[in-house]
């Protein structure tokens, strides 16, 4: 369960017997190596002009001071993108010391899977690394930064990113985060209470919750915010959506109320380059190549089963380099096999290394 989870109990209007999973919450919450291993710095979200530019001085000013691991989520991608292109044009600004130049890294879900595992190992097994990202950080990636910042959304997505920071407990100094207030976070969570102004870190109330670690207290002010919204006349009111959709069995109103995730359809696509793995025997893998393989593999009707699913998993394993999701099947491509598009020329659809999904929107009149 959840740390940032509010009691089931309290969901309910009457008294139930929800198991609590922690017996003895404050042990554990308020233990220093718990509440005290990272400290909180709110002193950046009191930049109102300028932002940007603040807050990559600061990065700059906390790489050059030490050979920590730093990182940075922003939630929106194009901000993400921006700051990392820019740090990369002045890598000359953050040396430590002349020594070890620095690693800039950036990891957003654009990254396929060989990508993302990559971007992990060097944060995990190297030193002096500035990894810029988005909010793909916050759940199911296991790594340790020294030190963080953070654009504010929500949160129990500020929690999130501090189980980032000296997850571990190595750094006996503690990790710090600093948070700041670049994009409007009400842009993405259009319809979540937990975005609210008056529910972010801008408020100092909100703050001390963060830092006591007193969710509870943070989730009922959420719901409080959400019985006023059912009471309000209008599409809110909870009991005006009884009596018209749910008494009148309106099953397509009900399901569109009660979704919590829009699903969205991938597409898989092969973009076709070349790619130098940079390791020892200096290894460059042909997408071309490797295509052509895959399919002959596939047509090979003559060797047994167990080699068959032998040579595709050898293959496989050099066709995720260039597998990518896409959210529009609206693109035209050279082959097909399977689900898997193959697109020539990828390359034009990378930048600095990265792939760049707008950049394969716009270009998808190339091949038209």
């Not at 921006?82 to 690693?103: A, I, M, P, T």
């Not at 396929?112 to 988005?134: G, M, P, Y």
């Not at 893998?285 to 052509?292: A, C, F, N, P, S």
Request: aromatic share 12%; hydrophobic share 35%.
């Amino acid at each position: 369960m959840s740390a940032t989870l509010p009691n089931l109990d309290t969901l309910s209007n009457e008294k139930v017997n929800a198991v609590k999973l922690i017996g003895e919450r404050e042990k554990y919450y308020s233990n220093p190596i718990f509440k005290n291993r990272v400290s909180l710095d709110f002193s950046l979200l009191d930049q109102k002009e300028e932002v940007f530019d603040k807050l990559f001085q600061h990065v700059i000013n906390q790489a050059e001071k030490a050979q920590d691991n730093i990182l940075i989520e922003f939630i929106n991608k194009k901000l993400a993108l921006k700051f990392f292109n820019e740090l990369n044009e002045q890598h000359d600004l953050v040396d430590y010391k002349g020594e070890n130049k620095r690693k800039i890294l950036l990891i957003t879900g654009d990254d396929n899977s060989i990508d993302r595992n990559h971007i992990i190992k060097c944060v995990k097994n190297e030193k002096n690394i500035t990894l810029v990202a988005t909010q793909v950080i916050e759940a199911g990636v296991d790594i340790d930064m020294d030190i963080g910042y953070k654009d504010i959304s929500m949160l129990d997505s500020e929690e999130q990113f501090l189980g980032r920071i000296n997850r571990s407990c190595k750094n006996k100094k503690g990790g710090k985060v600093y948070f700041f207030n670049l994009y409007d976070a009400s842009r993405i969570y259009k319809n979540d209470v937990r975005k609210e102004k008056h529910l972010n870190l801008m408020q100092e109330n909100i703050r001390d919750i963060l830092n006591d670690k007193n969710f509870s207290a943070f989730y009922d002010c959420v719901l409080d915010e959400l019985n006023r919204n059912a009471e309000k006349h209008n599409d809110l009111n909870f009991y005006k959506f009884i009596e018209e959709n749910i008494d009148k069995l309106n099953f397509k109103k009900v399901e569109d109320r009660m979704k919590l995730i829009d699903e969205r359809y991938e597409y898989t696509v092969y973009l076709s380059r070349d790619i130098n793995l940079n390791d020892e025997k200096n290894t460059v893998l042909h997408g071309d190549e490797i295509w052509q393989k895959y399919i002959e593999i596939l047509k090979n009707n003559k060797i047994n089963y167990a080699e068959k699913k032998i040579k595709l998993s050898e293959i496989t394993s050099k066709l995720n380099y260039f597998i990518y999701k896409v959210n529009s099947n609206d693109f035209a491509y050279n082959d097909r096999i399977g689900d898997i598009y193959f697109i020539e020329d990828g390359e034009k659809y990378f930048v600095s290394g990265k792939f760049d999904r707008e950049n394969f929107n716009r270009g998808i009149g190339d091949f038209i």
